[in-house]
């Protein structure tokens, strides 16, 4: 079982905060699916997300009122996080989520930044946003002072 750490500031970002509940709520599924990379990508499809997002719905004492996910709801979703500039999104192979500060909110370790040229490659369907998450985070790393790894120099 993956462990993943994001740091909670990540919801005071006055991006996410704007954010409806049902945005959030898509924002925090993506970013906790086993699916999603060290590097703050992950490929799935709208079907996918309402699927699992309604997996407990009307088992749920808790929350019977939610209304039920549609596809249509999460598409909805998925364009106006892009627009608010959360994310970047490309509808190649399924729709692969590009979060811009993944990195920012969440800690790792020398192994992993090595690890980053191989999720790209590997991990990301080719196409624009392989170049986005690949600048994104090489700027991130010399932001930081991480030595950027001798595949990407």
């Given at each position: 079982m993956k462990k993943r750490y994001i740091h909670t500031k990540f919801w005071f970002d006055l991006r996410i905060r704007e954010c409806t509940w049902l945005e959030k709520l898509v924002l925090l599924h993506l970013q906790l699916r086993e699916e999603m990379t060290t590097i703050g990508a992950?490929?799935?499809?709208?079907?996918?997300?309402?699927?699992?997002?309604?997996?407990?719905?009307?088992?749920n004492s808790i929350t019977p009122e939610?209304?039920?996910?549609?596809?249509?709801?999460?598409?909805?979703?998925?364009?106006?996080?892009?627009?608010r500039g959360i994310?970047?999104?490309?509808?190649?192979?399924?729709?692969?989520v590009?979060?811009?500060?993944?990195?920012?909110y969440n800690?790792?370790?020398p192994v992993v930044y090595n690890s980053f040229p191989s999720v790209v490659r590997d991990k990301?369907?080719?196409g624009p946003i392989q170049e986005v998450v690949r600048e994104n985070t090489i700027?991130?790393?010399?932001e930081n002072n991480i030595p950027v790894p001798e595949e990407w120099q």
């Open positions: 992950i490929t799935t499809s709208p079907l996918s997300i309402c699927t699992l997002l309604n997996a407990d719905r009307g088992r939610l209304p039920k996910i549609t596809e249509k709801h999460v598409t909805k979703v998925l364009k106006s996080i892009k627009k994310v970047d999104i490309q509808n190649r192979a399924g729709v692969t590009y979060f811009y500060n993944f990195l920012r800690n790792w370790t990301i369907p080719e700027g991130w790393m010399r």
